[in-house]
């Protein structure tokens, strides 16, 4: 059986994880933390977060393919894939302060990969992370790897909080970045496999390391051009006695009809 292992238990991890195991009953998925009681809330019935529909596939696969432990380390050792799903927070302090994300939780994640892992291993980015932290964090696994072979992929997240169940069951395409390597294509057929239990597989876009983890970023910024946009928008309906969900409609359907590239 092929053994799942996701580091952060959050918003992100805890929901991804659900529907791989509701998706892939041939997997075993362990969602894994270092907070104590995040873990007992996925193991009870107050779990952490509220999705609609999250609690309904907990329910249905917890404690068959589906578990949640504080045991990092076991689990991490035993898996054939592990996620990584930790929070990347903008930094407060030092350089970069209020701009760059604060890497410590990625890069400590990373540590203990390479210190408990015995088999090679596929470890994947789920965190939103800086362009080329792939190539940093390929130097922590490999410095300790005792030989060890790690394939690292970037497979970044594109759920919103709220609809999460419903953008994981239907996403708009899953991005799934590798080395250009036998390895590295091995690495990404794999994790593709793993999501073509449920997404059709023209969804399922194969990229380079870089263009995915760039990807991500490249989403962000645009949606927050559009709402930054919306909001300049309607200051100035304000100012004009123009209706704002007036204004928006030619443009939401200028909008449908540009041509996706
Ligand atoms: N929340 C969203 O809507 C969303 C959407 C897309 C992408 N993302 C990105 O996904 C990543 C995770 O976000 P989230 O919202 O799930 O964060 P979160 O804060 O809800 O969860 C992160 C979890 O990681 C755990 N953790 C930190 N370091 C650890 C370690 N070394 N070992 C084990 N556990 C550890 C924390 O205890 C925490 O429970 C971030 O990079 C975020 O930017 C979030």
Known sequence: MVKICCIGAGYVGGPTMAVIALKCPHIEVAVVDISVPRINAWNSDQLPIYEPG????????????????????????????????????????????????????????????????????????????????????????????????????????????GTAIADLFNPDRVLIGGRETPEGFNAVQTLKEVYANWVPEDQIITTNLWSAELSKLAANAFLAQRISSVNAMSALCESTGADVTQVALPLVLIQESVPSS
């Open 54 to 161: 999250l609690e309904d596939i907990v329910k249905q696969c917890r404690g068959k393919n589906l578990f949640f432990s504080t045991d990092v380390e076991k689990h991490v050792r035993e898996a054939d894939i592990v996620f990584v799903s930790v929070n990347t927070p903008t930094k407060t302090t030092g350089l970069g302060a209020g701009k760059a994300a604060d890497l410590t939780y990625w890069e400590s994640a990373a540590r203990m990969i390479a210190d408990v892992s015995a088999s090679d291993k596929i470890v994947v980015e789920k965190s939103t992370v800086p362009v080329k932290t792939a190539e940093a964090i390929e130097k922590i696994l490999m410095h300790n790897s005792k030989g060890i072979k790690f394939q690292i992929l970037s497979n970044p997240e594109f759920l919103a909080e």
